[in-house]
C-alpha cells in the first residue's frame, strides 16, 4: 500500500502561446537572482558598493552556463554522440544537464574578466558569493524535479520520489529523491559559511573554499546513491572522483591562505569611477560650508570690534565726564577756599586794627588815670 511518496509533475513545461515556460529554466534564474541579492547585501556589508556584485555576475553566470554545459557533455558525451542520438541535443540547455565542476570553473573566469574590468579583488567577491552560489544550487536541483531526473535507488521510504516518465530508458518506481537530498544538503552549506563568516572573520577566499569543500561533501555521498548512466573509473562514479580531489584542493587553499594571509580584506573595491562627481559635489558643499563659516566668523570679528569700540567711546565718555566733575570739584574746592582765606584775612586784616586801637585807647587812658592820681 502506497502510504507517501513525492509526486513528480506531469509535465516540466508549459506553453505561454508560442512561448514555452520551463520548469528547469525558472529554478536556474530564480536561484541566479537569489544568488545575486544574497552576494550584494553581503558585499556591501564588506564595504563595497551596491551593483558590483550584479555587474560581475553578467560575465560570470553566461561563462558558468557555457562551463557547466561543456562538463556535462563531456562527461556525458555518449548520450549525445553515440549511435541513435542527434548532437544537436547538446546545445539544449532547458531540457537538463548542467555540470556544477565545469559551472563553478568556467564562472571564476568569468567573474576574474568582471573583478579585473572594475579593479577589485575576485577572492573577496567569491567570499561574497559563496553562500548564494549555495543557495542557487539548492533552488536549481527543483529543476530536475521537473525533468525526473537525477534520482537514487529504489527505496520504500515515506519521501520516495515517484518517476513516471519512460524517456531515456527510465523505469517508472519509487526511488530516492537525490535531488531533494542536495538541495537541503545545499542549504546547510549555505548556512555553515555565514555563520563561519561571521565568527572567523574569514578573508581572502576562504569563505568560497569552504563553501566548495562542505559542498564536496555531500555531493560524494549522494552521488553514491544515484543510478543514472555515468563514467566510473575505479569502481566509482567520475564525479566522486572529482569531488575528492576538489576537496582536498579547497582544504589546501583554506590551510595555506590562513597561513600566508591571515584575516580579512579591509579595502574590498577602490571608489569607483562617477566617485569624482561625488567628490566634487562634497567638495563644493564643504567650500560653501567654509564660506559660511568665514562670513560668520567676520560678522562676529565685526560684532566683537564694535563691541570694543562701544566700551571705549563709553570710557572716554566717562572720563571726560569724571574730568568736568574734578574739575568743577577743584575749581569748587579753589574758590571756596580762596574766598574763606580772603575773608579771613579781611577779617583778620580788620579785626586786628580794631583790637589795637582798644588796647592802644585803654593803655592811653590807663596812663591818663595813673597821672591825675600822681
Not at 574758590?335 to 582765606?341: A, I, L, R
Request: hydrophobic content about 45%; glycine content about 12%; aromatic content about 10%.
Amino acid at each position: 500500500m502506497e502510504l507517501a511518496y513525492i509526486p513528480s509533475p506531469s509535465r516540466g513545461v508549459l506553453h505561454l502561446g508560442p512561448i514555452p515556460l520551463r520548469g528547469y529554466a525558472f529554478c536556474i534564474i530564480i536561484g541566479v537572482f537569489v544568488a545575486v541579492w544574497l552576494g550584494n547585501k553581503r558585499w556591501i556589508a564588506r564595504g563595497g558598493r551596491a551593483g558590483t556584485v550584479a555587474d560581475i555576475s553578467v560575465w560570470a553566470v553566461p561563462f558558468g552556463l557555457v562551463g557547466g554545459r561543456l562538463y556535462h557533455v563531456i562527461t556525458d558525451y555518449q548520450l549525445y554522440f553515440s549511435e541513435g542520438r542527434d548532437w544537436v541535443d547538446a546545445f539544449k540547455i532547458w531540457e537538463g544537464g548542467l555540470g556544477i565542476w565545469g559551472a563553478i570553473a568556467f564562472g571564476a573566469v568569468g567573474a576574474w574578466i568582471g573583478c579585473r574590468r572594475r579593479g577589485i579583488p575576485l577572492p573577496a567577491w567569491a567570499d561574497a558569493l559563496a553562500p548564494g552560489i549555495a543557495l542557487a544550487q539548492a533552488i536549481g536541483r527543483w529543476g530536475n524535479w521537473f525533468n525526473q531526473e537525477l534520482y537514487g535507488r529504489e527505496t520504500d521510504l515515506p519521501w520516495a520520489l515517484h518517476i513516471t516518465s519512460v524517456t531515456d530508458g527510465r523505469v517508472p518506481g519509487y526511488y530516492h529523491p537525490t535531488f531533494l537530498y542536495e538541495s537541503l544538503w545545499c542549504v546547510g552549506v549555505a548556512v555553515l559559511v555565514i555563520w563561519a563568516d561571521r565568527r572567523f572573520k574569514l578573508g581572502h577566499g576562504r569563505a568560497f573554499a569552504l563553501y566548495v569543500a562542505a559542498y564536496c561533501v555531500g555531493r560524494f555521498w549522494i552521488e553514491y546513491m544515484r543510478v543514472d548512466e555515468a563514467h566510473h573509473v575505479l569502481g566509482m562514479r567520475l564525479n566522486n572522483w572529482t569531488a575528492i580531489v576538489v576537496l582536498v584542493l579547497a582544504v589546501v587553499y583554506i590551510v595555506l591562505s590562513a597561513r600566508l594571509r591571515p584575516g580579512r580584506e579591509e579595502v574590498v573595491e577602490p571608489a569607483a569611477p562617477d566617485a569624482d562627481d561625488d567628490t566634487d559635489a562634497v567638495d563644493l558643499d564643504k567650500k560653501s560650508e567654509d564660506k559660511k563659516s568665514e562670513d560668520g566668523k567676520s560678522e562676529a570679528d565685526g560684532d566683537a570690534e564694535s563691541a570694543e569700540k562701544k566700551p571705549t567711546a563709553k570710557k572716554s565718555d566717562a572720563d571726560g565726564d569724571a574730568e568736568s566733575t574734578s574739575g568743577a570739584t577743584d575749581g569748587e574746592a579753589s574758590g571756596s577756599t580762596g574766598d574763606d582765606t580772603a575773608a579771613a584775612t579781611d577779617g583778620d586784616a580788620v579785626t586786628a586794627p580794631s583790637d589795637t586801637a582798644v588796647d592802644t585807647a585803654s593803655g592811653t587812658k590807663d596812663e591818663a588815670g595813673s597821672a591825675k592820681k600822681s
